[in-house]
T-cell receptor, first 112, second 114 residues
């Protein structure tokens, strides 16, 4: 079993749809949970960052963490064509280094 | 500079040759990270530097891989005797302060080993 599982997609949705992206993980020591967005031929950029369980909202983006289920989600409301990218979940635990793990990413296309 | 800069952006080499990949982090960032991204795979952690020291080298896949950082700034990742399985995008990131989860990435070097 991989340490972090993420549906690779591709996921295609019409403009304006609500998008749900998810990751599951196996290491209960993870405490910090991130979502990075990666456009084609670019490096990832940090989108959302949460600590432990709970919700965090930033504009059209909401991140949810359920540590009891080892499950994290990213919701995108009113999706736009500019949201088309690969979304990578990431998680970490101290001591840092090998305990920072990325998921394989989900490729999202938002169609105008 | 304004962001993390990596060079070259693309590198094609023959099996068995050595390659050097360069990363120039954001000015003032004390931590620097190297990752490898293969098609359909997540980012694979290779090594990170705090200043010029590498506290964790355990992600380097073999002894053909080495990295150094000088002057607390530029870093070089060297792959000796390249193999076809080394073909991937090599990404560098840097961060400032104690929160190593907030990283700024370069655009990567796309390495193709023929």
């Amino acid at each position: 079993q991989k340490e972090v599982e993420q549906d690779p997609g591709p996921l295609s949705v019409p403009e304006g749809a609500i998008v749900s992206l998810n990751c599951t993980y196996s290491n209960s020591a993870f405490q910090y949970f991130m979502w990075y967005r990666q456009y084609s031929r670019k490096g990832p950029e940090l989108l959302m960052y949460t600590y432990s369980s709970g919700n965090k909202e930033d504009g059209r983006f909401t991140a949810q963490v359920d540590k009891s289920s080892k499950y994290i989600s990213l919701f995108i409301r009113d999706s736009q064509p500019s949201d088309s990218a690969t979304y990578l979940c990431a998680m970490s635990a101290p001591p840092w280094g090998q305990n920072f793990v990325f998921g394989p990413g989900t490729r999202l296309s938002v169609l105008p | 500079g304004a962001g993390v800069s990596q060079s070259p952006s693309n590198k094609v080499t023959e099996k068995g040759k050595d390659v050097e990949l360069r990363c120039d982090p954001i000015s003032g960032h004390t931590a620097l990270y190297w990752y490898r991204q293969s098609l359909g795979q997540g980012l694979e952690f290779l090594i990170y530097f705090q200043g010029n020291s590498a506290p964790d080298k355990s992600g380097l896949p073999s002894d053909r891989f080495s990295a150094e950082r000088t002057g607390g700034s530029v870093s070089t990742l060297t792959i000796q005797r390249t193999q076809q399985e080394d073909s991937a995008v090599y990404l560098c990131a840097s961060s400032f302060g104690i929160d190593q989860n907030i990283q700024y990435f370069g655009a990567g070097t796309r390495l193709s080993v023929l």
